[in-house]
């Protein structure tokens, strides 16, 4: 990684350190890549988020860290940069699970993805039947999910 690239992978760290507690990677960032998400309006481009993960990991880790700015927050966002992490294993045609543990608000954005995924996956099967039935994500329960638990055995 060459210098600039590799200074701004480690200002992504250290400005996701003061929001998660637990972040601990903050300067050796090259056996790590960077995928951050930028909007874009009339002053320019404003970080949205990003998600780190290794190189090459023994685990298949698919994110080692997974950040969306505060301001950003319950608007789909999350949910976009989890999507393209799975997308990027399936191109690597790897099984790939978030790295543990995750914060309180990586669990609750993990559950929300799942939840969502399986039920879009229902819908779509019922309506290939031929079936209309409709579920409110909100109605559902989501148990058994442990922030331990590798997505292979959900």
Known sequence: MFKPASIYCQNLCLLAKLFLDHKTLYYDVEPFLFYAMTESDSTGCHLVGYFSKEKNSFLNYNVSCILTMPQYM??????????????????????????????????????????????????????????????????????GFSSHRHSSEI
């Not at 669990?107 to 969502?116: C, D, P, Q, T």
């Open 74 to 143: 319950r608007q789909g966002y999350g949910k976009m940069l989890i999507d393209f992490s799975y997308l990027l294993s399936k191109v690597e045609e790897k099984v790939g699970s978030p790295e543990r543990p995750l914060s309180d608000l990586g669990l609750i954005s993990y559950r929300s993805y799942w939840k969502e995924d399986l039920i879009d996956d229902w819908k779509a099967r019922e309506t290939k039947r031929g079936n209309s039935k409709t579920i409110e994500p909100k109605a559902l329960k989501v148990s």
